[in-house]
């Protein structure tokens, strides 16, 4: 594998499981110091002890908690200095339908998921502008072009992130980009448990559920987890520096839009 992220440290949250744990996997084999943040401390470890290389570390922390968010990832940079690429990426907001969503409901979402995005650019930018290498990849939804029916807040949330960050790069000084990668069906405990949701509000059984949504996806399977992480660490490569405020979906053709 090549070693074209050597030197480069990367922030990959939600890194305990699916396309997170994947994407850590993939920045690492690449020569990159991973930084794995999630609240599971006890897969945090395992990945940890499992990636290949040296230096890298766990950060437990909470995305809800963006008060003590902030303080531990104000900590880390003052122990190393500047991460290069961040991976914004984070378990989705509970399934149901729009008109049921209740504030709170909405509230959690975009503080998860954009409010701690943004508090993460604000805080690891200075050190990217001063290495002059910076790559942010958000992880989101091909929902941000069709939105999927019974995933109301989802789609609200995902489509807000997709429009802070085409903002975002235009804003962005030359060297760093922002990026977008849409997962479609992906083989990952949270689609496990979409497909456990769908078949106890409809009583198909599960195979059926996925049944229905392989008849979408002229590639006829699931999405594996690596190939979305080889998307994510293509993007925060430097191969990638010409790429910027794109949406890009490893869907399996799923999306029918242009």
């Known amino acids: 594998m090549s070693e074209q992220l050597s030197g480069k440290v990367a922030l990959v949250c939600g890194a305990s499981a699916g396309i997170g744990r994947a994407t850590a996997f993939a920045l690492a084999e690449r020569g990159a110091t991973v930084v794995a943040l999630a609240r599971r401390v006890e897969r945090l470890a395992d990945l940890i002890a499992a990636l290949p290389g040296d230096g890298h570390r766990a950060l437990p922390a909470d995305l809800d908690k963006r008060d003590e968010l902030g303080a531990v990832v104000d900590g880390l940079l003052a122990e190393i200095g500047a991460v290069h690429i961040l991976v914004n990426n984070s378990s989705g907001p509970p399934a149901g339908p729009l008109l049921k969503a209740t504030e709170e409901d909405f509230l959690t979402a975009i503080g998860r998921h954009l409010l701690a995005s943004h508090l993460l650019v604000q805080r690891l930018l200075p050190g990217m502008v001063d290495a002059g290498y910076g790559r942010i990849i958000n ?30 790069s235009r804003e962005l000084p030359a060297g760093v980009t ?38 979408q996806v002229p590639e006829g399977r699931l999405i594996r987890p690596e190939e979305t992480a080889a ?28």
């Open 178 to 215: 922002i990026n977008n990668v849409l997962p479609g069906f992906t083989n990952t405990e949270r689609l496990d448990s979409l497909r456990a949701g769908i078949s106890g509000r409809t009583g198909k059984t599960l195979d059926a559920v996925q049944a229905g949504w392989m008849a």
């Open 231 to 258: 998307t994510i660490a293509f993007l925060a490569s430097p191969d990638a520096a010409g790429i910027r405020g794109v949406s890009l979906a490893v869907d399996g053709g799923r999306m029918r839009s242009i």
């Open 139 to 168: 992880i989101i939804s091909t929902s941000v072009r069709e939105p999927i029916p019974n995933l109301g807040v989802s789609n609200t949330t995902r489509g807000a992130v997709a429009s802070w960050a085409k903002t975002l």
